[in-house]
């Protein structure tokens, strides 16, 4: 009876396995012959290269609402982007876009327009702020991808 009293705490330690790290797994094969398989990553064709127009009305310092209208890129096979990311730089102020459409349709700070298959898009950018000259930039997206910026609009006043 002393006998089986001593092994049954032994039992839980054998139970548990070996002391000390599992042993490492390896694996190989072998191939008759030879390949060449080349290899890239995918990534985000570039955007268009055309600036965005940009048209500005309301009193020149104080209420401002900038137009930006660019061509619409359809960097996959024919079909569209399925966002933009706008950029307005400003001489005098780089607050950020606070007002207007093209911050009204964001998700992620991405701009989701209305109809993306339209031939442009358009999209307000409104505020309160003297920022002096202003140009904008827009980079299409399409999932989580973002491709290149396109060239900087002409400076509005």
Do not use: I
């Amino acid at each position: 009876m002393r006998d089986r009293l001593l092994a049954v705490p032994l039992l839980p330690a054998l139970a548990a396995g070996p002391l000390g790290p599992p042993p490492e797994a390896s694996a190989a094969w072998a191939v008759a012959g030879e390949a060449v398989l080349p290899g890239q990553a995918a990534r985000m064709p570039a955007g268009s290269t055309t600036a965005p127009s940009v048209t500005a009305a309301g009193v020149h310092p104080a209420v401002r609402t900038f137009t930006v209208t660019w061509p619409t890129v359809r960097p996959f096979g024919g079909r569209p982007a399925t966002g933009y990311v706008l950029e307005r730089t400003a001489t005098l102020s780089n607050a950020p876009m606070d007002t207007g459409s093209c911050t009204g349709a964001v998700s992620d700070g991405v701009y989701v327009p209305a109809d993306p298959g339209a031939a442009t898009q358009t999209c307000t950018d409104s505020t309160t702020l003297n920022l002096g000259s202003v140009r904008y930039t827009v980079a299409p997206v399409r999932g989580r991808w973002v491709g290149t910026p396109s060239t900087a609009s002409t400076a509005v006043l």
